[in-house]
């Protein structure tokens, strides 16, 4: 066990609908990372955050967001979703904002049907 | 532009031989790597990292090798056990951003 909690662990969603992810990091980590996985293209970095701070962003579409709330925990939201969102989102986190020694999740399997 | 990669997508090995899965990367501004583990349905698991200002880092039956002049990376697996069967993949971190390669799948033969 990581110590790193993703909620929920499955999601099925129809094209066009909205959906938030949940991650909470370990106790102490101020960054907070968001991967998304697709069988065919790997990990995909998606946005960073440290200390309730955007820090870094990957390639993560407009209709994609994410926060920090003061808790540190994390949610991503995804909108107007399309038949290709369909992957693992993972979050990762870790104690400083260089992603050194980046903990992850279990991971949430989203299918848009 | 920044790329991680990995040599080969599959590697077989034999119980008890040692392994050896290898990353090449391109951003020669990358100071600090990371080798992950990922089993099926998982998420990607920290073994072992290296700062740029290294060149060998061994931990417990595993060692990763940073070779700058060449950007290329290398873990090492020694003993290679059953539980070692997964994907590898290597991630480099530059400007707080972690960029992981294409994975490579590993299966240890019994």
């Known amino acids: 066990d990581s110590g790193v909690t993703q909620t929920p662990k499955h999601l099925i969603t129809a094209t066009g609908q909205r959906v938030t992810l949940r991650c909470s990091p370990r106790s102490g980590d101020l960054s907070v990372y968001w991967y998304q996985q697709s069988l065919d293209q790997g990990l995909q970095f998606l946005i960073q955050?440290?200390?309730?701070?955007?820090?870094a962003k990957g390639n993560i579409l407009e209709r994609f967001s994410a926060q920090q709330f003061p808790d540190l925990h994390s949610e991503l939201n995804l909108s107007s979703l399309e038949l290709g969102d369909s992957a693992l989102y993972f979050c990762?986190?870790?104690?400083?904002?260089?992603?050194?020694?980046?903990?992850f999740g279990q991971g949430t399997r989203l299918t848009v049907v | 532009g920044e790329s991680v990669g990995l040599h080969l997508p599959t590697l077989s090995v034999q119980e008890g031989d040692n392994s050896i899965i290898n990353c090449a990367y391109s951003?020669?501004?990358?100071?600090?790597f990371i080798w992950y583990k990922q089993e099926s349905g998982k998420g990607p698991q920290f073994i072992i990292d290296?700062?740029?200002?290294?060149d060998k880092r061994q931990g417990q039956r595993v060692t990763v090798l940073l070779n700058k002049t060449v950007k290329h990376l290398s873990l090492q697996i020694a003993a290679t056990q059953p539980g070692d069967s997964a994907v590898y993949f290597c991630?480099?971190?530059?400007?707080?951003?972690?960029?992981f390669g294409a994975g490579t799948t590993v299966t240890v033969r019994a």
């Open positions: 990762a986190s870790s104690y400083n904002p260089r992603g050194t020694e980046a903990f």
């Open positions: 951003n020669s501004a990358s100071d600090y």
């Open positions: 991630a480099e971190n530059n400007d707080y951003k972690l960029s």
């Open positions: 290296i700062r740029s200002n290294m």
């Open positions: 955050y440290y200390n309730g701070e955007e820090r």
